[in-house]
């Protein structure tokens, strides 16, 4: 886990690079965690986004694309 600065009431821009069992998490352009050895790197699936209880979540503009 890794936390970044975020401010409540703001978009914010993800990004997620996973290649193989490799993952770059950017927060706003900022890298904020880097995993070397994902435990099912190189498994396809699903995608989910989570949002805490007690809490409201907003997504927009959602693009999946092969790296």
Do not use: C, M
Not at 21 to 30: E, F, P, Q, S
Not at 31 to 40: A, K, M
């Amino acid at each position: 886990e890794a936390g970044a600065q975020i401010a409540l009431n703001t978009w914010h821009t993800l990004r997620l690079d996973i290649s193989g069992k490799k993952l770059r998490a950017l927060v706003d352009g900022i890298e904020i965690l880097t995993v070397d050895d994902l435990r099912l790197g190189g498994k396809s699936g699903g995608i989910g986004l989570w949002v805490d209880d007690g809490t409201t979540g907003y997504f927009s503009n959602l693009r999946i694309r092969p790296a």
